[in-house]
């Protein structure tokens, strides 16, 4: 992307980086919700052009620039609300309405910046629908990934408490880690389980793909490189024997920057409809 995109691209990551370190940093048992209600003045003053620090003015000058909404960045703080007080999701239009607020959000704000390609003529919603389903798809792989990190640590358990009882699985069983006493692998509930929930998050990947293509040169490769990387995570936690509980999946880095070449060729299939 030209210069002025990366900075903008930039100072958008570092305001959602500081809005997670709020819930999810060295800070962040002592956070309240009156915390969060400062930090969205404060948002509100960045959209006012009043600025606290420079990390903040680097928000404005991408303002000044690019035609951001507020609304997505209301929304996230909104999501960083749910985590305080929601350890559970029900089923999984609750778990979409949180993948929505910390991670759909993050297409959303990011679509001003990277714009449709010069000769796109659909609709717009088609791409804002495909960059928010990344979000979402990034946030399923994100939440399968670390589920004994987040069970074991915080007591968070994100994936939907209607999908383990449809597979027969208690939450006191996620919390405590599911291996078979005979072999020491992976309970075959938890692996039906994981295969179902892979499947779903992949299927979101393909809602996302249909957009890439549309948006503007410069920003198709970074895109499908994003999803490429990010997606090979599921296939990481095949490959652990889906033991997400005690073993973190992860593209080592060779392999990412093996996959850039594929992604390249990927943004460079001219696909607008
Ligand atoms: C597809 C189209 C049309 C546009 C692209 C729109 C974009 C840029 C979408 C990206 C959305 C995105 C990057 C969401 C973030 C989601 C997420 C799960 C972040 C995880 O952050 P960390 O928790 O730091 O992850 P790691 O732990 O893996 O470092």
Same mark, same amino acid.
């Given at each position: 992307?030209?210069?002025?995109?990366?900075?903008?691209?930039?100072?958008i990551y570092?305001?959602c980086?500081?809005t997670?370190?709020?819930?999810?940093g060295?800070?962040?048992?002592?956070i309240?919700?009156?915390?969060?209600?400062?930090?969205?003045?404060?948002?509100?003053?960045?959209?006012?052009?009043?600025?606290?620090?420079?990390?903040?003015?680097?928000?404005c000058?991408?303002?000044?620039?690019?035609?951001?909404?507020?609304q997505? *960045?209301? !929304?996230m703080? @909104? %999501?960083?609300?749910?985590d305080?007080?929601?350890? $559970?999701?029900?089923?999984?239009?609750? =778990?979409?309405?949180?993948?929505?607020?910390?991670?759909?959000?993050?297409?959303?704000?990011?679509?001003?910046?990277?714009g449709?390609?010069?000769?796109?003529?659909?609709?717009?919603k088609?791409v804002?629908?495909?960059?928010?389903?990344?979000?979402?798809?990034?946030?399923?792989?994100?939440?399968l990934?670390?589920v004994?990190?987040?069970?074991?640590?915080?007591?968070?358990?994100?994936v939907?408490?209607?999908?383990?009882?449809?597979?027969?699985?208690?939450?006191?069983?996620?919390?405590?880690?599911?291996?078979?006493?005979?072999?020491?692998?992976?309970?075959?509930?938890?692996?039906?389980?994981?295969?179902?929930q892979?499947?779903?998050?992949?299927?979101? *990947?393909? !809602?996302a793909? @249909? %957009?890439?293509?549309?948006?503007?040169?410069?920003? $198709?490769?970074?895109?499908?490189?994003? =999803?490429?990387?990010?997606?090979?995570?599921?296939?990481?936690?095949?490959?652990?024997?889906?033991?997400?509980?005690?073993?973190?999946?992860?593209v080592p880095k060779?392999?990412?920057?093996?996959?850039?070449?594929?992604?390249?060729?990927?943004?460079?299939?001219?696909?607008?409809?």
């Open positions: 992307m030209t210069p002025e995109k990366q900075r903008a691209i930039w100072a570092v305001w980086r500081r997670d370190e709020l819930v999810d060295p800070n962040a048992s002592h309240t919700p009156e915390a969060l209600d400062r930090w969205e003045e404060r948002l509100e003053g960045i959209f006012d052009g009043k600025p606290v620090d420079m990390i903040d003015a680097t928000l000058d991408t303002l000044s620039r690019f035609p951001v909404d507020i997505p *960045f209301r !929304d703080i @909104d %999501g960083m609300r749910m305080l007080v929601k350890p $559970r999701y029900e089923t999984f239009d609750e =778990l979409y309405e949180y993948c929505y607020r910390v991670a759909g959000t993050v297409g959303l704000m990011s679509m001003p910046i990277m449709c390609d010069e000769n796109f003529q659909g609709d717009v088609k804002y629908k495909a960059a928010l389903a990344l979000g979402l798809a990034n946030q399923l792989t994100n939440i990934r670390d004994g990190e987040d069970a074991q640590t915080r007591n968070r358990i994100y939907p408490i209607e999908d383990l009882n449809r597979f027969g699985i208690t939450e006191q069983e996620v919390l405590r880690g599911m291996f078979s006493p005979s072999t020491g692998k992976v309970d075959d509930r938890w692996v039906a389980f994981m295969k179902f892979i499947e779903r998050a992949r299927q979101v *990947f393909k !809602d793909e @249909d %957009g890439v293509n549309c948006l503007h040169k410069d920003a $198709r490769w970074p895109v499908w490189s994003a =999803l490429d990387v990010y997606r090979n995570i599921l296939d990481a936690i095949e490959a652990n024997g889906y033991n997400n509980f005690n073993q973190r999946a992860y060779v392999e990412k920057f093996l996959m850039l070449p594929q992604s390249y060729l990927k943004a460079q299939k001219a696909q607008m409809h």
